[in-house]
């Protein structure tokens, strides 16, 4: 590539301006993009698996419908960032072969289980939360296939976010036992959704590169900090306490600093290991498989028509 066409594209960038499919870009570039928006829509369709678990059980005809909607959103975000990463020149089968054989990550905080009602009002309110505060600044982010379908997702995130603080509410006025579920599903998601904003900024590969390109606004340990900011308050509403005897308010940062995190947990789930990673891969693959038919089904139909059309 030569250094020109670099440096143009570093000026457009520089200028605000979106990059568009068929501008030229550098190799790199769509590389880690369509790493990003790939394993973004990993992670809404695996996403779909913990809360998917309890729709069959949900305690109401209005919860189950919500969360019927929820889950189907996730699965419409997975498809449009699958259609934005398209773009780049990646097919959809090559994306989902890469997920299937283990090949591209998906965030780390869907290889939990969710062992109880509350925790899907703790991944509403928490996961859907982290998920906000990560997205809102990816609606600017430079390549304009991304930010547009980030802005339609992120108004169905913040519907998703309130409907799992809703169900934390209820279950915090309702009986004691009811808020002493709330309380264990906050003690189990609050850490692992810490770490759902990636490495610290010292150990983040492609952090430098991303915020050059105006891929990423905000740095992992910013985000992280402005959610721990928006949360904490909002989890002390709730008559709720977090598992960090460290977590304190400083009043001249205005900042609430926070304890360690076990990031050798966070490794231990990157590299497989999670409670639940073979678990969902394994749910993934045989849905696959079951969905065989209806591609084959498809790929026959096509072909009859493009057979009739030029007879
Ligand atoms: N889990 O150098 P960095 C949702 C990987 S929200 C797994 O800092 P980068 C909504 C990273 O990929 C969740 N892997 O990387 C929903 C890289 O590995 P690689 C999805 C992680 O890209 C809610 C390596 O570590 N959201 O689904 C994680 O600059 C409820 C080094 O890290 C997005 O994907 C992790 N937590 O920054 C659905 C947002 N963190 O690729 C259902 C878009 C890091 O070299 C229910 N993505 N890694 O093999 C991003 O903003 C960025 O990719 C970061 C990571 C911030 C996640």
């Not at 998917?52 to 996730?74: F, Y």
């Not at 890469?98 to 905080?109: C, M, N, T």
């Not at 304009?144 to 799992?164: D, L, N, T, W």
């Not at 959704?193 to 990423?216: E, R, V, Y």
């Amino acid at each position: 590539e030569d250094a020109g066409a670099a440096a143009r594209f570093q000026a457009r960038i520089d200028a605000e301006e979106r990059i568009e499919p068929n501008d030229w870009m550098p190799a790199a570039y769509r590389k880690t993009l369509t790493r990003q928006i790939s394993q973004h829509a990993h992670s809404e369709i695996v996403g779909m698996l913990p809360e998917g678990n309890w729709i069959t059980r949900a305690p109401s005809l209005r919860r189950k419908a919500a969360l019927l909607a929820k889950v189907q959103d996730e699965c419409g975000h997975g498809l449009y960032l699958y259609a934005a990463a398209e773009t780049l020149g990646t097919s959809r089968e090559e994306m989902v072969d890469a997920l299937l054989e283990g090949r591209a990550k998906y965030s780390s905080i869907f290889n939990y289980p969710t062992l109880t009602w509350a925790d899907i009002g703790a991944i509403g309110w928490l996961v859907d939360g982290a998920a906000i505060m990560n997205q809102i600044p990816l609606c600017r982010c430079s390549y304009g296939p991304y930010a547009r379908a980030m802005i339609r997702v992120c108004k169905e995130e913040s519907f998703h976010q309130r409907q799992g603080y809703e169900i934390m509410l209820t279950l915090c006025r309702g009986t004691p036992e009811q808020k002493a579920m709330a309380q264990d599903a906050l003690n189990r998601w609050w850490w692992p959704c810490l770490m759902m904003f990636g490495p610290p900024d010292s150990q983040s590969q492609h952090s430098d590169q991303s915020t050059k390109w105006k891929i990423k606004r905000f740095s992992n340990d910013e985000l992280r900090q402005k959610f721990v900011d928006a949360t904490v308050p909002q989890g002390h509403y709730l008559g709720l306490t977090f598992p960090d005897p460290d977590l304190r308010f400083n009043e001249e940062t205005g900042h609430w600093e926070f304890g360690e995190i076990d990031w050798d947990e966070f490794r231990q789930v990157l590299a497989g290991n999670g409670p639940c990673n073979r678990e969902r891969l394994a749910a993934r693959r045989k849905a696959h498989e079951d969905g065989a038919w209806v591609r084959d089904a498809a790929a026959a139909y096509a072909e009859k028509r493009r057979a009739r059309t030029e007879m």
